[in-house]
């Protein structure tokens, strides 16, 4: 029910002001008022549908690749006034995982530590368990055992139904519960995007201290679960995800990481941090400097969720990647073979991610063999401490694992050309219109070719990528487009690629039947007929 007292009150204030009361930058009545006769500062809610909410469409960019890049934390932390405490053991200034203060003279410290980012999951209660985890990581990380939590959410009341911001906190309770750990407190704030996190207290041994900055020449460099991370969330915003793409990373970004801590400890490490949103070497090359050590790392030996390279080869590649890369892409050295779809792996922003240990090198196997008999099967020696230096983090390749070809191109290679029926001898089908066109007639018509030549038809390619590619209208619409404009431009092989494709995305066959009968509404039933000849081989 709207109370249209208060709601007359409320906007006389706002009105006479010349500035919304709840935000100084609208006037009043606001648009949303315009549009939805709605108006939240007199408490009225928005009406929200029924049934699952997607987070990572309530967001900007998922996960941790919300975070601010490395390069401008630098900048900022830099300019901050440092910290003179005898007690404080390991302050900001070491850039490392948690701060350790001491207590007393005794052999324990308290460790802690705070995380907040946006949804990396569609599922509420899968994102708390995975903002849990999440935050835990760094106390375990420096081989510390976190005793309690306080939770922090950002959440924009009367837009999302308050189940959501329950569920995530739930969700987020049972996972520190799961690590033992009681979540004593917190604290919310109204915000436009949905963000969660915990501040984690801990405690940790001081003659145990596991910090980023002690690699020796020689280790070996030890992952504990897969990356990927940050580009398959990428895909799930945009509806181009591999089948299973979801659970995959919600399985791991869910784990905890206290028994890769444990086994560290037992097996002496000698450095570690945990490998989130500033990518595989921005984590990796911030211990080598802080070591005063390069090390290398191989690509082929990384492990990866499945489809991961197939999405890079398809460019999706999220902007987390490109921040990263700025931040930390000097301090990388590539060898010859690897491309930057490759480095690109090595630059993607992980939520919640594994461990990156450093060992001896016996050791190392060792750590990776314990963690295989419980469960970890991702865990891998990636790399290798080279000697002395100056943080510099060496990729290369040894060529066990190739970066697949983009699918479409694949699938213009293997399609053979048709000719069509009643045209005369060597006349090929015609070229689609539209974006389609980037999939069509790939090998390129032979009269055409001689007359054009090879580079303006590469660069007639290159073109009807962009077009096709999402921008203003997303993915899922241009691939509807793509659909119609295949049958109505009456290209065979184009309506089954863009079907096959749109299918790998998720695409519904009531979805599919929409885009074509909008071509055939345009076109009428020569189109209608041509279309129902092509689906029946």
Same mark, same amino acid.
């Given at each position: 029910?709207?109370?249209?007292?208060?709601?007359?009150?409320?906007?006389?204030?706002?009105?006479?002001?010349?500035?919304?009361?709840?935000?100084?930058? $609208?006037?009043?009545?606001?648009?949303?008022?315009?549009?939805?006769?709605?108006?939240?500062?007199?408490?009225?809610?928005?009406?929200?549908?029924?049934?699952?909410?997607?987070?990572?469409?309530?967001?900007? *960019?998922?996960?941790?690749?919300?975070?601010?890049?490395?390069?401008?934390?630098?900048?900022?932390?830099?300019?901050?006034?440092?910290?003179?405490?005898?007690?404080?053991?390991?302050?900001?200034?070491?850039? !490392?995982?948690?701060?350790? &203060?001491?207590?007393?003279?005794?052999?324990?410290?308290?460790?802690?530590?705070?995380?907040?980012?946006?949804?990396?999951?569609?599922?509420? &209660?899968?994102?708390?368990?995975?903002?849990?985890?999440?935050?835990?990581?760094?106390?375990?990380?420096?081989?510390?055992?976190?005793?309690?939590?306080?939770?922090?959410?950002?959440?924009?009341?009367?837009?999302?139904?308050?189940?959501?911001?329950?569920?995530?906190?739930?969700?987020?309770?049972?996972?520190?519960?799961?690590?033992?750990?009681?979540?004593?407190?917190? +604290?919310?704030?109204?915000?436009?995007?949905?963000?969660?996190?915990?501040?984690?207290?801990?405690?940790?041994?001081?003659?145990?201290?596991?910090?980023?900055?002690?690699?020796?020449?020689?280790?070996?460099?030890?992952?504990?679960?897969?990356?990927?991370?940050?580009?398959?969330?990428?895909?799930?915003?945009?509806?181009?995800?591999?089948?299973?793409?979801?659970?995959?990373?919600?399985?791991?970004?869910?784990?905890?990481?206290?028994?890769?801590?444990?086994?560290?400890?037992?097996?002496?490490?000698?450095?570690?941090? !945990?490998?989130?949103?500033?990518?595989?070497?921005? +984590?990796?090359?911030?211990?080598?400097?802080?070591?005063?050590?390069?090390?290398?790392?191989?690509?082929?030996?990384?492990?990866?969720?499945?489809?991961?390279?197939?999405?890079?080869?398809?460019?999706?590649?999220?902007?987390?990647?490109?921040?990263?890369?700025?931040?930390?892409?000097?301090?990388?050295?590539?060898?010859?073979?690897?491309?930057?779809?490759?480095?690109?792996?090595?630059?993607?922003?992980?939520?919640?991610?594994?461990?990156?240990?450093?060992?001896?090198?016996? $050791?190392?196997?060792?750590?990776?063999?314990?963690? +295989?008999?419980?469960?970890?099967?991702?865990?891998?020696?990636?790399?290798?401490?080279?000697?002395?230096?100056?943080?510099?983090?060496?990729?290369?390749?040894?060529?066990?694992?190739?970066?697949?070809?983009?699918?479409?191109?694949?699938?213009?290679?293997?399609?053979?050309?048709?000719? *069509?029926?009643?045209?005369?001898?060597?006349?090929?089908?015609?070229?689609?219109?539209?974006?389609?066109?980037?999939?069509?007639?790939?090998?390129?018509?032979?009269?055409?070719?001689?007359?054009?030549?090879?580079?303006?038809?590469?660069?007639?390619?290159?073109?009807?990528?962009?077009?096709?590619?999402?921008?203003?209208?997303?993915?899922?619409?241009?691939?509807?487009?793509?659909?119609?404009?295949?049958?109505?431009?009456?290209?065979?092989?184009?309506?089954?690629?863009?079907?096959?494709?749109?299918?790998?995305?998720?695409?519904?066959?009531?979805?599919?039947?929409?885009?074509?009968?909008?071509?055939?509404?345009?076109?009428?039933?020569?189109?209608?007929?041509?279309? *129902?000849?092509?689906?029946?081989?």
């Amino acid at each position: 029910m709207i109370n249209l007292e208060k709601r007359k009150r409320v906007m006389q204030r706002s009105m006479r002001l010349g500035h919304c009361i709840c935000d100084a930058k $609208k006037t009043c009545p606001c648009d949303l008022f315009r549009q939805k006769n709605v108006c939240l500062c007199a408490g009225e809610s928005l009406d929200v549908p029924a049934g699952p909410v997607r987070l990572t469409q309530l967001v900007e *960019k998922a996960g941790c690749a919300s975070k601010i890049d490395q390069a401008s934390l630098k900048r900022v932390l830099q300019a901050l006034p440092e910290i003179r405490d005898p007690r404080v053991l390991i302050g900001a200034a070491a850039g !490392d995982d948690a701060g350790v &203060y001491a207590l007393d003279d005794g052999p324990m410290a308290l460790v802690q530590t705070v995380d907040v980012f946006s949804p990396s999951v569609d599922d509420p &209660y899968t994102f708390g368990q995975v903002a849990a985890a999440n935050s835990l990581s760094d106390v375990y990380a420096m081989g510390g055992r976190p005793i309690t939590a306080l939770s922090i959410i950002g959440f924009p009341i009367r837009e999302v139904p308050d189940s959501v911001m329950a569920d995530i906190l739930r969700g987020g309770i049972d996972k520190m519960n799961e690590a033992g750990v009681p979540v004593v407190g917190g +604290h919310s704030i109204q915000d436009a995007e949905i963000k969660a996190g915990f501040a984690v207290t801990g405690l940790i041994d001081r003659g145990r201290i596991v910090t980023n900055a002690g690699l020796r020449p020689g280790d070996s460099l030890v992952l504990t679960k897969p990356l990927g991370t940050g580009i398959l969330a990428f895909a799930l915003q945009i509806g181009r995800a591999p089948p299973g793409a979801a659970d995959a990373i919600a399985r791991s970004m869910t784990e905890l990481n206290r028994a890769a801590s444990e086994a560290m400890l037992d097996l002496e490490a000698h450095a570690c941090t !945990d490998v989130t949103g500033f990518g595989l070497v921005g +984590h990796l090359a911030e211990m080598a400097r802080s070591s005063a050590v390069d090390v290398e790392i191989v690509w082929d030996d990384l492990p990866i969720f499945p489809h991961v390279l197939e999405c890079l080869a398809e460019g999706i590649v999220p902007g987390g990647i490109e921040r990263n890369r700025e931040s930390s892409e000097s301090r990388a050295v590539p060898a010859a073979g690897v491309t930057e779809a490759m480095m690109d792996l090595c630059f993607d922003p992980q939520t919640s991610g594994g461990l990156l240990v450093a060992l001896a090198p016996g $050791k190392a196997e060792a750590l990776v063999e314990r963690l +295989h008999d419980e469960g970890i099967s991702a865990a891998a020696v990636i790399g290798k401490v080279r000697g002395k230096g100056t943080g510099k983090v060496f990729v290369t390749t040894s060529g066990a694992r190739p970066m697949p070809a983009p699918e479409e191109e694949e699938a213009m290679n293997q399609r053979p050309s048709k000719k *069509k029926k009643g045209r005369s001898a060597g006349a090929e089908e015609p070229c689609c219109a539209g974006p389609a066109a980037e999939t069509c007639c790939s090998e390129g018509h032979a009269a055409g070719a001689s007359a054009v030549g090879a580079g303006a038809e590469e660069m007639f390619k290159a073109f009807m990528k962009t077009a096709g590619a999402p921008g203003a209208l997303d993915a899922a619409t241009k691939q509807a487009l793509q659909i119609a404009l295949s049958v109505l431009a009456r290209c065979g092989p184009c309506i089954r690629i863009q079907v096959e494709k749109a299918r790998k995305m998720g695409f519904t066959q009531a979805e599919i039947d929409e885009a074509v009968w909008m071509a055939i509404a345009f076109g009428g039933a020569p189109v209608m007929m041509f279309y *129902k000849e092509v689906m029946k081989t």
